[in-house]
């Protein structure tokens, strides 16, 4: 088993910054797989940023040059910094975790709420 906390969210006006962390414990490695995904009401949940498998980075459009991914593995917590935030950045972010046997965990996701 994996355990994944989130935290860091909060309600910011447009153009703050937010860094959220996760936290992992369990059957963790420095194989496992852990990035950031956010859902919004009514829409389906979508990957925000990821580790390719080179060691870059991979980012959704809508937050290139604004969010970035980074992890210490030493800590076993993945971090994602929010820079510029927009309204349309509001959602519920989710941690994931992909482990060595083909398991997914979610954590249990962390608010972030953007005014204008």
């Known amino acids: 088993q994996v355990q994944l906390v989130e935290s860091g969210g909060g309600l910011v006006q447009a153009g703050a910054s937010l860094r959220l962390s996760c936290a992992a414990s369990?059957?963790?490695?420095?194989?496992?797989?852990m990035d950031w995904y956010r859902q919004v009401p009514g829409k389906q949940r979508e990957s925000v940023a990821t580790f390719s498998s080179g060691g870059g980075t991979n980012y959704a459009d809508s937050v290139k040059g604004r969010f970035t991914i980074s992890r210490d593995n030493a800590k076993n917590t993945v971090y994602l910094q929010m820079n510029s935030l927009k309204p349309e950045d509001t959602g519920v972010y989710y941690c994931?975790?992909?482990?060595?046997?083909?398991?997914?965990?979610w954590g249990q996701g962390t608010q972030v709420t953007v005014s204008s």
């Open positions: 994931h975790a992909f482990t060595w046997d083909r398991m997914n965990y």
């Open positions: 369990g059957r963790i490695s420095s194989t496992t797989v």
